[in-house]
């Protein structure tokens, strides 16, 4: 099974990939995460994509779509969290891999500035907290492997808000599109993870 997880920044894409990717069997593949770990690593695609993440953009379509097609090649199921964000990534998603559910996590514009302010991530094992929500046992310390928590640089209060315009202005007509084709589930992304996590599952085995 192919599931897209579509949704504004912070929303909980994921915090609900992580384990979903799990009961459903497949492949957790976030485009956010490979793009961070290109830039930890200074690859070329990294120093090409670095800039356009500080600023709270996009990264080029070609760039994400050739990332994506070469990871899922030989998968049998994927969770494409972050993935696509444009129609022409959508478009061009279809050329290589039919999507069988997009899960959206609907979610306000005031909720999602909420999370993000008060998100925090591991800098060793990229484990993602939140200070009100899902707080660390130990303060400013990773549960998973006791690496130091930091705000992630494009979680700064200027960038979130050009993040939520792009995401409006590109990624939210995707809603309507994935609609039309009847592959659309929505789900309340302002509640629990638990509950969040049981809407997707019970919406996704039907
Ligand atoms: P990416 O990393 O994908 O960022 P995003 O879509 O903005 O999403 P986030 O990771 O910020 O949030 P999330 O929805 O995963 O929420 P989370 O679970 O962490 O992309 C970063 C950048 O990379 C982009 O800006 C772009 O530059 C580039 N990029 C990536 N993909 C691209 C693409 N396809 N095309 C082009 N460029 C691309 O949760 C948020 C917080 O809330 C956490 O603190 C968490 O603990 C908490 N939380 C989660 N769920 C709940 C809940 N149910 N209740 C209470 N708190 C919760």
Request: aromatic share 4%.
């Amino acid at each position: 099974m192919n599931v897209v997880l579509l949704g504004p920044p912070g929303a909980g894409k994921g915090t609900l990939a992580v384990q979903l990717a799990q009961c459903l069997g497949v492949l957790h593949l976030s485009t956010g995460d490979l793009l961070r770990d290109e830039v930890a690593r200074g690859t070329p695609l990294g120093r090409q994509a670095e800039g356009y993440m500080k600023r709270g953009e996009l990264v080029p379509d070609e760039v994400v779509l050739a990332m994506v097609k070469e990871r899922v090649n030989g998968e049998r199921g994927v969770l494409l969290d972050g993935f696509p964000r444009t129609l022409a990534q959508a478009r061009g998603l279809e050329a290589f891999l039919k999507v069988d559910k997009v899960v959206y996590l609907a979610i306000s514009k005031e909720e999602v500035v909420r999370r993000l302010s008060s998100r925090r991530v591991c800098t060793r094992c990229g484990a993602v907290f939140n200070l009100v929500t899902q707080p660390p046992q130990q303060a400013e310390r990773c549960d998973r492997c006791q690496g130091p928590l930091a705000v992630r640089p494009d979680d700064r209060p200027e960038v979130v808000a050009r993040r939520y315009e792009v995401y409006e202005r590109d990624s939210a007509p995707l809603v309507d599109y994935y609609r039309r084709q009847g592959l659309l589930v929505e789900v309340n992304a302002a509640q629990s993870p638990e509950a969040v996590r049981a809407q997707a599952r019970a919406a996704l085995s039907q």
